[in-house]
């Protein structure tokens, strides 16, 4: 498959997930229909993850770390509904997770 197509679907996952995160974080909307969004967006940014790299660099760690953020982004949501941390704090932290992810996936620092 080609590979900018591959990167085209996995970014229109980030967005599709930071839309319902924001929907979550003003709960604006159906809880179910964005933890429906959420769920479906983060295995489909998994599943194009893995199919840019074809296998993973076993030898590189800097895939390991991006599936650690992917967990925490995953998580966000109950952080934020369990009030352990404020709407405001859990949506700064994804987005800086997300700048993390961003720059391991463009320069494979590891």
Request: aromatic share 12%; glycine share 8%; hydrophobic share 60%.
């Amino acid at each position: 498959m080609d590979i900018y197509l591959l990167k085209t679907l996995h970014v229109a996952g980030v967005f599709a997930l930071f839309a319902s995160l924001g929907a979550t974080m003003l709960a604006g909307s159906s809880k179910k229909s964005t933890s429906i969004l959420h769920g479906v967006s983060l295995l489909f940014i998994l599943i194009i993850g893995f199919a840019m790299l074809k296998k993973p660099p076993m030898d590189q760690y800097w895939w390991m770390a991006k599936l650690g953020i992917w967990l925490f982004i995953g998580l966000a949501p109950a952080l934020s509904k369990k009030k352990i941390l404020s709407p405001t704090v859990v949506f700064v932290l994804t987005i800086l997770a997300a700048a993390a992810a961003a720059y391991l996936g463009l320069r494979k620092p590891f």
